[in-house]
Structures are given as structure tokens and as C-alpha cells.
């Protein structure tokens, strides 16, 4: 009993209450193991101060965990000599009173041994001394029930002496178990090595498309407040647009309402008028006296009115023509606005990208390529055009670049095909061959294209060609490049405009576009003016 309360003060963690394990000590002088004051201080790091967990004593940062090396090695001799034996749970054949864990077993006698009995257990060569196993059988050979000594490289199989001299692996080539075990952890060695720098590749391509992802979405969040920005301030500025415009229609309503309205009451008085004078005259032609008659003044001068008679009229009436009318002119102008509000818009989406107006540099274009006087379409002509001959024309192929390039920013530029034969439309270095076949857009390592072959559409790069899958001729093309993200994006001018495919690269040199044309004479490419 006092044994047990000398282990329980001595040897026992305070916090899990078992045999310490790898016991440290604070400054305060308590003793833990080491992973249960670990939990203990990681759980108070919120807190900002620290304490003992037996005397609480407190400080400000984290204690310093010395190890107790006295402790620990108090707490080895008190444990049993092998602890992790008791687990696998052999124990020494001969100690039959109590359970003792084995330290060895012997393969030849078949039986485990304590410490005790193999200081005492026979050292001869043919006793076999191996770590603890209860799985004797499958140490011995189950034809010559012998143990197990070599390793047949030919049968790839364990066997005794007696399948090595007279058995079926007689003269076969075999090895100690001991070399044979090596040589295969040697290689399992190599292939841990091989699949750890496999491993620590996936991680890192882990690493660099979860890096892609959340660079994706954050772009996809920038473009979503991006475009309900521009919605929300569209929507406004076409309230704006609709309130004035209707404001104005109202003004052009009220002033011609006026004017209609003074030319009426102007009228109304008019007729009034004439109409006491129609009244005169009707009783003048009742009249039967004829001296009478003659004596009332003229019907001429009956019909004229104090202010103009017929020429009056004929002012209303001008008037009142002119009032007919909305100024739509006025209108159309104030509804031009809208014009401006959709280039802003167009601006807010594509403002990342600048359009760009591109020359061919005929100086670059092959001879059997008409290049168009604006500089601006390429044309398969199948005559040779007799050009200088230039280190930067292409010999073999019929390409031709532009003059421009891109060393920075975002671009953009269109282009246009007839479809009847073959094309390229994409951009190259500079650098790019200019003769032979790694002439060939998009079958080399400085070059990006969009290709048309036999009513087909895939996308280049380093000969690597990967389809577009199309019912419909493309016609039109949209390139966008954006250097310092290395990206370089195809797509077709169509209502709604549909991405193609984007290429992403490190780009080590500037970027010039590059046509190429062939198959059909008379096929051409031309590069759409910017709008």
C-alpha cells in the first residue's frame, strides 16, 4: 500500500493520472508529462496569462518545459524492461505462474523467453532468435516443417535447407533471408523516396489549382461587383435619361398647348364676329326697299374685320401649324444619351483591355501572301510576289505578323476570315523561326494560335493541339492578351460572344499577332479596324 502511495506521488501526472511520459517540469517546479501540459497551456493561449495546473501559479508567456531528466529515468526502471511486448501480448513460455512479456522468441524450440530464460537458453547456431511472434507456422516450411533460411530470387518465395538441396529449388539462386530482406527494403527505400517527391508534386499542383481556384474566384467576385455596378448605375442613369426626356415632352406639350389654346380663343372671337355680320347681310337680302339696300354700306367692305380680315386668319393658321409640332429633333438628341451610356458600359466590362488597331509588317510576309495596301488583310495568292528577300520574311511557310507588339498591359484586336480554305489567327515571339517547319504557327514553343483546317477548329501551342468542338463556321475572331497574367484568350464574334479556349503561359518576349493562310487561292485574313 505504501508502495502504491509512493508510485501515485511520485511517478503519477496530476492531469491523466498515469505514469508519466516524458515528464518536464515548470519553473514553479511541478511535474507533467509532456503532452498533457502542452494541451493544458494550448487551451489557456486564449486566455493572454498562464498557469500551473497544481499550484496555479500564473505568467504572462508561455512557460519554458524543461525536460526532468532524473524523473525520466526513474520512470524507465520503475516500467517494465519491454512495455511495448505486454501490448503485442507474447509472454515467456516458461513463467507459468505469473504473465511475464517476452523479449525473444526461439524458432527452433517454438517457444518465448523472458529476459530471465534467455540468458539461459541456448546459444547454438541451430536456435534461431528472433523478435516476440506467436505466428510460429508461418515461419517454418510447410513441406519440411524446417525454418525458413533462404529466399528463391527465381520462385520469389521463402525456404528452408531442404528446398534449397533436395527440394524444388534445388540449384536454383537463392539468398540469406537477412540479404534478401535488406536488399528489398533497400528498394522499397528508392520507391518511398519516388513516391514521397510524387506525393510532394500532387501536393504542390494541389497547392497551385487551390491557389488558381481562389485567384478564380476572386476575380469572378471582382467581375460580379463589377458588372452590378454598372447595372445599378445604367439602371439610374437611364431613369435619369427617361425622367428628362419625358420632362421635356411634357414642356414641348404644355408650350404647344398654350399656343393651340390662344389660337382657338383667337378664332372663337373671329367667328363670332362673322358671324353678326353674316347676320347683317342676311337681313339686307330680306330687305324689299331697294333704296335701302343701296344705302347700307358694301358687302366687301361687310366682310373685312377691323383687324386684317383674311390675312388674320392666315397668321392663326400659320401659328397653329407651327404649334402642331414635337421638336424631335430635340428629342433625338436628348435619346442620343444613350449612346454614351452604352459605350460606358462596354468601357466598365472591357476596361481591363485596350483595343487595338494592328498593321501587317510586309516585311515579315511570305512571298505567295498579297498583303492589302491599308496593311491590314492577308490574301493566298499562289504566285510568288518577287518581295527583297529579308532574315525576317518567312521562307516556307505562309505566315506574316504585325508591326506592333506587346511587352505589357491588356490588349485586344479582331480579325475576319472568309472560311474558304485554311487559317491562323494568333501571336508569336518575335524570335519565332522564319524558316523550315518550326516556321509553322502553333507547332513551336513561341507561338499561340486558333487554326481552321477542313472545316475544323482547334487551338495550338508547341504542336500540342487540342479541338474546338463547332457546327458553324467561325468567321470572326476576338484575340485578347493579358501579359502579366499570361493569358492569351480566342474568341468568336458571335451574339452572344463565345469563349473559345484561353492559353496560359509565362511570356518571356514581346507579342506580336501572326496570320497565316493557305489551301484555297484567293483565301484571305484581314484584321478588323478598331471601332
Not at 523472458?114 to 528472433?130: A, G, M, N
Not at 493557305?518 to 478588323?528: D, M, P, Q, R, S
Amino acid at each position: 500500500m505504501a508502495s502504491a502511495d509512493v508510485r501515485k506521488e511520485l511517478l503519477d501526472c496530476s492531469i491523466c493520472l498515469n505514469i508519466y511520459t516524458d515528464p518536464v517540469t515548470l519553473r514553479c517546479g511541478h511535474n507533467f508529462c509532456r503532452g498533457c501540459i502542452d494541451c493544458v497551456l494550448d487551451s489557456q493561449e486564449g486566455a493572454g496569462r498562464y498557469s500551473c495546473p497544481e499550484c496555479r501559479a500564473e505568467s504572462v508567456e508561455r512557460p519554458v518545459l524543461v525536460r526532468n531528466i532524473t524523473l525520466c529515468n526513474i520512470v524507465e526502471s520503475f516500467l517494465p524492461a519491454q512495455p511495448h511486448q505486454e501490448e503485442s501480448g507474447v509472454f515467456c513460455t516458461h513463467c507459468v505462474d505469473s504473465p511475464v512479456p517476452a523479449a525473444k522468441t526461439c524458432l527452433h524450440c517454438e517457444v518465448s523467453l523472458c529476459d530471465k530464460h534467455l540468458r539461459v537458453h541456448s546459444k547454438s547456431p541451430e536456435h534461431i532468435i528472433t523478435d516476440p511472434t506467436t505466428s510460429l507456422g508461418s515461419r517454418k516450411c510447410s513441406v519440411h516443417k524446417k525454418i525458413l533460411e533462404y529466399y528463391c530470387t527465381e520462385d520469389n518465395a521463402c525456404i528452408c535447407v531442404s528446398c534449397r538441396l533436395d527440394g524444388e529449388h534445388q540449384g536454383h539462386q537463392v539468398e540469406k533471408l537477412e540479404e534478401a530482406s535488406e536488399k528489398k527494403r533497400k528498394k522499397l527505400r528508392n520507391d518511398l523516396l519516388d513516391l514521397t517527391t510524387e506525393r510532394e508534386e500532387a501536393e504542390k499542383r494541389v497547392q497551385e489549382l487551390q491557389e488558381h481556384m481562389r485567384s478564380t474566384r476572386g476575380k469572378s467576385t471582382d467581375v460580379k461587383a463589377r458588372v452590378t455596378a454598372l447595372i445599378r448605375d445604367l439602371r439610374r442613369q437611364l431613369e435619369d435619361l427617361e425622367k428628362k426626356v419625358l420632362a421635356e415632352v411634357s414642356r414641348q406639350e404644355e408650350q404647344m398647348s398654350l399656343s393651340i389654346s390662344h389660337s382657338i380663343q383667337q378664332l372663337e372671337i373671329n367667328k363670332e364676329k362673322l358671324s353678326g355680320k353674316m347676320g347683317d347681310i342676311e337681313k339686307l337680302c330680306k330687305m324689299s326697299d331697294p333704296l335701302t339696300v343701296l344705302q347700307e354700306p358694301d358687302t366687301g367692305d361687310l366682310c373685312d374685320t377691323e383687324e386684317g380680315g383674311n390675312g388674320d386668319t392666315e397668321g392663326h393658321d400659320k401659328r397653329l401649324q407651327g404649334a402642331g409640332d414635337l421638336d424631335v429633333a430635340l428629342i433625338s438628341q436628348t435619346l442620343h444619351t444613350l449612346s454614351g451610356i452604352i459605350t460606358e458600359v462596354n468601357g466598365g466590362i472591357y476596361r481591363k483591355y485596350i483595343m487595338t488597331d494592328m498593321l501587317l509588317d510586309i516585311n515579315t510576309a511570305n512571298d505567295y501572301l498579297n498583303i492589302s495596301d491599308d496593311r491590314k488583310t492577308a490574301t493566298y495568292v499562289g504566285v510568288k510576289q518577287n518581295r527583297p528577300v529579308r532574315p525576317e520574311r518567312f521562307q516556307k511557310r505562309l505566315n506574316v505578323i504585325s508591326s506592333q507588339s506587346f511587352s505589357s498591359g491588356r490588349h485586344c484586336w479582331e480579325a475576319e476570315c472568309n472560311g474558304t480554305g485554311g487559317w491562323k489567327i494568333g501571336m508569336c515571339y518575335p524570335s519565332i523561326e522564319r524558316k523550315g517547319d518550326l516556321s509553322q504557327i502553333g507547332n513551336n514553343n513561341k507561338s499561340w494560335c486558333l487554326r481552321r483546317e477542313k472545316k475544323q477548329y482547334a487551338v495550338l501551342h508547341d504542336s500540342e493541339v487540342i479541338q474546338v468542338p463547332h457546327s458553324v463556321s467561325i468567321n470572326r475572331v476576338r484575340v485578347c492578351l493579358d501579359y502579366e497574367a499570361g493569358q492569351l484568350s480566342f474568341y468568336e464574334l458571335c451574339d452572344p460572344i463565345r469563349h473559345l479556349h484561353t492559353f496560359t503561359a509565362t511570356f518571356t518576349e514581346p507579342l506580336h499577332a501572326a496570320l497565316c493562310v493557305y489551301n484555297a487561292e484567293g483565301n484571305w485574313v484581314k484584321i478588323l479596324p478598331y471601332k
